[in-house]
């Protein structure tokens, strides 16, 4: 018998392992939600960026059944429990963001929304600012990009630093609890399943390092980067604690 996937199981999973790192995790992803209704109506036409196994898509499509979302990732364990998750009305696009040429495979270049969470901080500065004006060309006039990544409020230094260490001190406590998996223990129970663990090899191609670039510039950089790359609105749409979601209206 073929090994079976239990993709709801993989993405509660992945939900709690998120939540450990992110409390306010759904609440950015309503914010953000909030906007594509504002803009786009009861069906938009969604661009989930660097998506993995799913999660904006998959609230996407709750919230708006007429909807439709384009994912893109590069990772195949991620991609593998998205495949899984998802039905007909997304398009899942296998792409490294790292390459200037990541959307040459995509269905669309008229999308109502972009949307990014907790996942753009994977690049350096040259490549996200150049990735802004790339994503600009993909949305329709009046679109939407919006990315919610840690981007802590340069004129709070002491308090950021403040409410970095008391979230540590909680994720902690929940990792020792056993309340939540940490990032490389949820790791080590995907290479250790038998229907992912091809997928993890493929990824430590992908990933040779355990090591990543995780550069979390403020809020004020990214609304910078938006206006050079063209786009005509630029500002926060939801800010928790050092995260925050920046948006640009093309």
């Not at 996937?5 to 939900?15: F, N």
């Not at 504002?38 to 036409?45: F, H, M």
């Not at 600009?136 to 990315?147: D, M, Y």
């Not at 990543?212 to 063209?230: C, I, Y």
């Amino acid at each position: 018998m073929s090994p079976y996937l239990d993709a709801a199981a993989w993405q509660e999973s992945w939900d709690r392992q998120q939540e450990a790192f992110l409390p306010d995790r759904e609440a950015r992803f309503t914010a953000m939600l909030d906007i594509v209704e504002a803009v786009a109506g009861p069906a938009p036409r969604v661009l989930d960026l660097a998506g993995g196994t799913g999660s904006i898509s998959l609230r996407t499509l709750r919230r708006f059944p007429r909807g439709t979302t384009t994912l893109v990732d590069v990772d195949p364990v991620l991609l593998t429990i998205a495949r899984a998750s998802l039905d007909d009305r997304t398009a899942i696009v296998s792409t490294d963001l790292r390459a200037p040429s990541w959307s040459a495979d995509l269905p669309h270049d008229d999308y109502d929304a972009v949307l990014a969470a907790t996942a753009l901080h994977w690049l350096d500065g040259d490549r996200l600012a150049a990735l802004y004006g790339e994503v600009g060309r993909l949305l329709r006039p009046g679109g939407v990009l919006i990315n919610a990544d840690h981007m802590p409020d340069e004129g709070l230094p002491g308090l950021s630093k403040t409410l970095r260490d008391r979230a540590r001190e909680r994720r902690n406590a929940r990792y020792a609890a056993g309340a939540a998996f940490s990032w490389p223990a949820w790791w080590e129970l995907v290479s250790r399943d038998e229907t992912l663990a091809p997928a993890w090899e493929e990824r430590k191609k992908i990933f040779p390092s355990a090591e990543h670039n995780d550069w979390v510039p403020p809020a004020t950089w990214h609304q910078a980067a938006l206006r050079d790359a063209g786009f005509t609105e630029v500002g926060l749409a939801w800010r928790g604690g050092t995260d925050a979601a920046v948006v640009g209206v093309r």
